[in-house]
């Protein structure tokens, strides 16, 4: 038998055996769909960490690459242009006009503030402090830290304003795009004041140059602080996907609430819930400095994904209001429904 012969026979067999490998290998387990998902290193964004990490994503065939982001205007782009199949994040007036271009939409409800449970606080300079800036309602007049016109810092800026009882635009927004430089700002009192989730607040407030003033809560109740949001175009064409996502998401939420909000699960799964997080907050920091801050953060996640839609019009009527988004937006452009239960 010739050379040639010999290795069409081998090439044969090497395919026969690879066809019957694929037909009986691990049925029913396709391969893992790989999607991309956005978030913030902020406690509050738990819910995504503690589903990869447990498996919750792997266990609805989802392969998951996180991609972090500073502020919540570019993960809605980021998911308009195809780069982010999904993120979680604040509704800002980025996000709404994508909606409004049916680029996106929301599916779901993540972070939300809660009486009773601690959320996020309102915070001074220790100079602005010093010249009599001692509660919200001494804010007219005084800078206001915000990461983008139309971010949600922006939002609560005004919100609280309201509730004080003077107009939003008496509070001095100052746009300076990353969280981090805020921070720096207020801090060496180039601000007077900001609005920020529990564990960073309560860190700057250890220093002396950072006072809270106030809860956030009492200024916006019920406030839908985060939403889980995708692509329009995943929400009607890859319906089953979003489901799974929404699935695995909200297992890591349930988690998350029972060790470290409702602290059900008891302290040993609160313990390994800190360890799980700070894989991905504070993670440049030693366990031990950053344990209370990433405990201090433990706001509640809505259970199953929920949406306060109450909270998302009101937002959206505040943006339209400023002329940040189109007076015609309309709450379906911006919300898909059919996926949580609303309230």
Known sequence: MGFSKLKLIK??????????LSVFAAPGAPLAEKIAVGALRFT??????VAFERGYFTEQGLEV?????????????AIASGDLDFGVTAISGGLINLAEKGALKVIGGALQEEKGIDGQKI????????????????????????TQAGSSFHYMAHQIAKKAGFPGREIKVTALHKVGVIIGALKSGQIDAWSIVPHIAKALAKSPNVIIIGDVADYIPNYQV?????????A?????????????????????????????AGPDAAEAMVRLIHKYVYASRPYAKAAPSIRNGAMRINQNARLNLTSVKDQ?????????VPGRVTIDMLVDQSFVEVY
């Open 11 to 20: 090439s044969a067999f090497i395919g026969a055996l690879a066809l019957l």
């Open 44 to 49: 509050s964004h738990a819910a995504s960490f």
């Open 65 to 77: 690459e996180f991609k972090f982001f500073q502020a919540a205007q570019p993960m809605a782009v």
């Open 123 to 146: 915070l001074v300079s220790k100079k602005a402090y010093d010249e009599g800036v001692t509660s919200p309602a001494k804010l007219r007049g005084r800078t206001f830290g915000i």
């Open 226 to 234: 985060t939403t889980v949001f995708t692509s329009a175009k995943i």
């Open 236 to 264: 009607s064409t890859k319906r089953g996907l979003v489901r799974r996502f929404l699935a695995a998401f909200s297992k890591g939420a349930a988690d998350f609430n029972a060790a470290l909000v409702d602290k059900t």
């Open 316 to 324: 959206l009527a505040w943006f339209k209001s400023e002329g940040l």
